[in-house]
């Protein structure tokens, strides 16, 4: 049971606008940054959004993150193709006898 | 450019040890906490440990507090994962990563921005 909660798949034609989701607590979500990741079949994950809603370079503006109390939200907007993989959330989390770093349990992308 | 690169990953039987490195290039490593994560095979990832940035506070996650040891080395730009008493419980990739920030108490805490490549590390008998 993972500590963040995110839909176990999504999916979305090409063009469509796709939100996941990640709930959490006030020990995790709402007093830490929000980073999510981008993960291909058999390649390690890579960063998409840092400190909630912050886009590294090479990422496309397709990718937006948003976070409100102890939720927060990936959009992927003019959906594509190339966009099917996983997409996890991350943050700290104060709970469990000290600051742990807490993964959701992912979220299945898949482009129809 | 940044890079982390794992090693030391294989096959080695229930109850013994192994020590993962990992090897960073292209930042000032000793400005930058370092975490280990894995990912057992078909599932998600699973954090492991982290390291502030001069080693002195080590942060586990329950399912190997214990057992591993997490470690570096500054003049070598190294992080280390020593592992003891595995079970096939910890099969899976080994991924090293680094955290943005130094994931010290007195510091805000941020998280991982860049990943290596992973390391495989099977136990079976």
């Known amino acids: 049971q993972s500590v963040l909660t995110q839909p176990p798949s999504a999916s979305g034609t090409p063009g469509q606008r796709v939100t996941i989701s990640c709930s959490g607590s006030n020990s995790n979500i709402r007093n830490h940054y929000i980073y999510w990741y981008q993960q291909f079949p058999g390649t390690a994950p890579k960063v998409l959004i840092y400190?909630?809603?912050q886009r590294p370079s090479g990422v496309p503006e397709r990718f937006s993150g948003s976070k409100s109390g102890t939720s927060a939200s990936l959009a992927i907007s003019g959906l594509r193709s190339e966009d099917e993989a996983h997409y996890y959330c991350?943050?700290?989390?104060?709970?469990?006898?000290?600051?742990?770093?807490?993964f959701g349990g992912g979220t299945k992308l898949t482009v129809l | 450019q940044v890079q982390l690169v794992e090693s030391g990953g294989g096959v080695v039987q229930p109850g013994t040890s192994l020590r993962l490195s990992c090897a960073a290039s292209?930042?000032?490593?000793?400005?930058?906490?370092i975490h280990w994560v894995r990912q057992a095979p078909g599932k998600g990832l699973e954090w492991v440990a982290a390291l502030s940035i001069d080693g002195t506070y080590k942060y586990y996650a329950d399912s190997v507090k214990g057992r591993f040891i997490i470690s570096r080395d500054n003049s070598r730009n190294t992080v280390f994962l020593q592992m003891g008493l595995l079970t096939t419980e910890d099969t899976a990739i080994y991924y090293c990563?680094?955290?943005?920030?130094?994931?010290?108490?007195?510091?805000?805490?941020?998280?991982?921005?860049?990943w290596g490549q992973g390391t495989t590390v099977t136990v079976s008998s």
């Open positions: 400190r909630d809603s």
């Open positions: 990563a680094r955290d943005e920030g130094a994931a010290m108490p007195t510091d805000y805490y941020f998280g991982v921005d860049v």
């Open positions: 292209g930042f000032t490593f000793s400005n930058f906490a």
């Open positions: 991350a943050t700290w989390d104060d709970s469990l006898g000290g600051p742990n770093w807490v």
